[in-house]
């Protein structure tokens, strides 16, 4: 008889297709380690395979979550640097082509083969996760699991603005979407010593505007936002806008917003087509610079800002609630009612 665990799965591409199954223990290959999950962080990218609007393939099925923490249960017999006891937490990269020209850079999470987590591979939201020792950070005894699970979105947002971004001290900074991402955007704008962080949103944002300003933004804002960074300084625009949320007309705001030769930073992406035209870009010599994923050097970075208290995750985290009670944290992520929902199996 094969032991089982309760498991997240998303079994199709139909909306809702989502359920807690029982499911078969994972094997491990002989250079992974057997991960019992401590938490597991609920992602926008969970809420989108749920609700069948995502726009990259799923292996289904496949078990949901590729923000996680927790405790090495069991080594293959070549892992040679973590150990049965060991805490860590998971990048996100769980296939790659080692030798793609690409990973050979260190640029792993470009490799156009890269299947993560949670789509590719079965993920975490359930009891024990099988995952490359190569995924693998050390977390020391002072971080729990749920701030701990929250790693990869601080890696995304620190990819984003201190490696893709050029934030200078005194900058003013324009964060377009309040989602967990453009508020750890905002955090790390703030870290690079922006002057002046602004996060927008709509009117339906309230609660997660409110946690922006916890966070440190300066201004907060629901409309109006155009009106507001007319009158701002010279009249000229922000430095740097991040586009942190999942439509694309947003970027038209960017374009509107960031002053000549400034920078927007796009983080957040939708499958839909721009409705309007780029010629701003070019009229206002602005930079555009995509931004996706993250790799070793940011994850062992955005651990140690963790570790000391400079990232601070409690206004993010607005519940932890165990996996059978899924259901209720995707509705509230979704609904803008819950910034993160952190599950624990
Ligand atoms: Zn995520």
């Given at each position: 008889m094969t032991a089982t665990m309760p498991g997240l799965v998303n079994y199709?591409?139909?909306?809702?297709?989502v359920e807690l199954r029982e499911v078969p223990l994972p094997k491990i290959g002989e250079r992974d380690v057997l991960l019992r999950v401590g938490a597991v962080s609920v992602c926008g990218s969970d809420l989108h395979q749920w609700r069948g609007s995502h726009s990259w393939p799923v292996n289904y099925p496949c078990i949901l979550g590729h923000e996680f923490a927790g405790t090495v249960a069991e080594t293959g017999?070549?892992?040679?640097?973590f150990k049965e006891g060991d805490r860590v937490v998971s990048e996100?990269?769980?296939?790659?082509?080692?030798?793609s020209p690409l990973s050979r850079c260190g640029m792993y999470n470009l490799d156009p083969t890269r299947r993560g987590f949670g789509y590719g591979v079965n993920g975490a939201m359930t009891e024990y996760v099988s995952v490359p020792e190569r995924c693998l950070h050390r977390i020391p005894e002072s971080v729990s699991f749920d701030k701990a699970a929250l790693t990869e979105p601080c890696c995304v947002a620190y990819n984003a603005v201190c490696m893709n971004g050029r934030v200078r001290p005194g900058d003013n900074v324009l964060v377009l979407g309040p989602g967990p991402i453009g508020l750890l955007c905002a955090v790390m704008a703030k870290l690079s010593g922006a002057g002046r962080v602004i996060v927008a949103g709509l009117p339906a944002d309230h609660f997660r505007l409110s946690v922006a300003g916890d966070l440190g933004a300066n201004v907060t804002l629901d409309n109006g936002i155009v009106e507001y960074i007319n009158q701002l300084?010279?009249?000229?625009?922000?430095?740097v806008a991040i586009?942190?949320?999942?439509?694309?007309?947003?970027l038209q705001l960017a374009l509107q917003t960031v002053r000549p030769a400034g920078q927007i930073i796009k983080v957040g992406w939708g499958p839909q087509p721009m409705q309007?035209?780029?010629d701003p870009l070019v009229q206002k010599n602005v930079t555009i610079s995509g931004s996706f994923s993250h790799n070793w050097p940011v994850w062992e970075r955005v651990i140690s800002m963790i570790v000391s208290g400079q990232i601070n995750l409690d206004p993010i985290i607005s519940r932890v609630a165990p996996l059978p009670q899924w259901l209720a944290c995707f509705e509230k992520m979704e609904r803008g009612e819950y910034v993160k929902a952190v599950l624990t199996p």
């Open positions: 199709s591409r139909e909306p809702f297709s017999a070549r892992v040679s640097c996100t990269a769980a296939v790659i082509d080692e030798s300084g010279d009249g000229l625009g922000v430095d586009d942190a949320s999942g439509a694309s007309a947003t309007f035209s780029l």
